[in-house]
C-alpha cells in the first residue's frame, strides 16, 4: 500500500526557510509524479508544487513561485520542498500525494500525516 512520510517542518521566523522531504514506499516511485499540498486550519488542502516522474516538469501555485523548489531523488524514494522567504500565510500542514494523470495532476487520494509549518514571529 501507499506510504508517505513527510518531515522537515517547525517553527520559523518570516522571511525564513525549510527545506520538507516526503519519502514513500509501496509502489514504483520513479513512475509516478508527486506533488505538495497544504492545508490551514479552517480552509481546502490546495496544492502547491508538483513534479514529473522524473523531475524533468515541475509546476507550482502562484502563492509561491520564485520563493520554493521541488525535487526528488528516485534512488531515495524521496521528493524535497525547499521554502525560501517564507511567509505568515504559508502556514499549513504539509502533505505529499501521488498524482494522475501527471504534473499537474489530481491527488490519488492516498495521505501521509502531513508536517506542520508554521511561520511567526
Known amino acids: 500500500q501507499l506510504q508517505f512520510v513527510e518531515s522537515g517542518g517547525g517553527l520559523v521566523q518570516p522571511g525564513g526557510s525549510l527545506r520538507l522531504s516526503c519519502t514513500a514506499s509501496?509502489?514504483?516511485?520513479?513512475?509516478?509524479?508527486i506533488g505538495w499540498f497544504r492545508q490551514a486550519p479552517g480552509k481546502e488542502r490546495e496544492g502547491v508544487s508538483c513534479?514529473?516522474?522524473?523531475?524533468?516538469?515541475?509546476n507550482y501555485a502562484d502563492s509561491v513561485k520564485g520563493r520554493f523548489t521541488i525535487s526528488r531523488d528516485n534512488a531515495k524514494n524521496t521528493v524535497y520542498l525547499q521554502m525560501n522567504s517564507l511567509k505568515p500565510e504559508d502556514t499549513a500542514n504539509y502533505y505529499c500525494?501521488?498524482?494522475?494523470?501527471?504534473?499537474?495532476?489530481?491527488?490519488?487520494?492516498?495521505w501521509g500525516q502531513g508536517t506542520q509549518v508554521t511561520v511567526s514571529s
Open positions: 500525494a501521488t498524482l494522475r494523470p501527471g504534473c499537474p495532476g489530481g491527488p490519488t487520494g492516498s
Open positions: 513534479i514529473s516522474n522524473r523531475g524533468l516538469r515541475t
Open positions: 509501496g509502489f514504483t516511485f520513479d513512475g509516478v509524479a
